[in-house]
């Protein structure tokens, strides 16, 4: 849902009105705010959802421990997102970077004390995402608001809480929109990935028929494929590569 941002920061951006950016940002922190707290039964209630759904009880009841642990990562994430967009739309790649790179550094260091040092196991694992994802979060929220966009950030401002109605919409566009273009590049590289099983396939079957053709001949001539059904599968497979 956040990439609605992209559409109104470089509208804004374009039309040179650069305080309607911090605007929409604010706007875009409401909204995913409020799904974040209306997704919270789903990690609340994730064992109980495992285990209707099959799944070993010894395994839903960790994957509903980590699941508590990782709601910090939750919240986090609808305030990066907007804050990526932001800049993005600004051409501030490299504070992105920068930040990234911290936030890599302090994942490694956390990493190594939670699960390896301390033996925090499963919990360790939730635990350190939950640091690397807020440092990168505070580290861009830091960068945005004390004086690295001194145009497009004006500070808080009570005009973000007008039109979340409009924006509600406009995200969940959006995310229908992103959900749907994944889903079709998930499709056709699973198509992909059937076109080539299915040629390999074809060729080994193909391979063991014409051995066994071979060790029959008495004649010691070449042998050739007899068996053609295969090379249309071959040619589908190859043109794939055209995509």
Sequence with gaps: MASALETLCGQAFGAKKYYMLGIYMQRSWIVLFICCILLLPLYFFAS?????????????????TMTIWMLPVHF??????????????????????WVSLLA??????VSWLFVFKLEFGAIGAAATINF????????LFGYSVLGGCPHTWTGFSVEAFSGLWDFVKLSAA?????????????????????IKLWDFLTLFLQRGELVLQNSDSDDGEPWECRDCCGCPIHMVSHCTFLF
């Design 132 to 139: 690397s994802w807020w440092v990168l979060t505070l580290g």
């Design 104 to 109: 890599l550094l302090v994942h490694v260091f």
């Design 76 to 97: 986090a994430f609808a305030f990066q997102f907007p804050l990526q967009r932001f800049l993005q739309c600004q051409l501030k790649t490299a504070p992105i970077a």
């Design 174 to 194: 959006a995310g229908v929109m992103l959900w749907y273009s994944l889903s079709q590049l998930l499709f056709l590289l699973m198509f992909v990935y059937l």
């Design 48 to 64: 109980p959802v495992l285990k209707l759904l099959g799944q070993p009880d010894e395994l839903a009841e960790l994957s509903g």
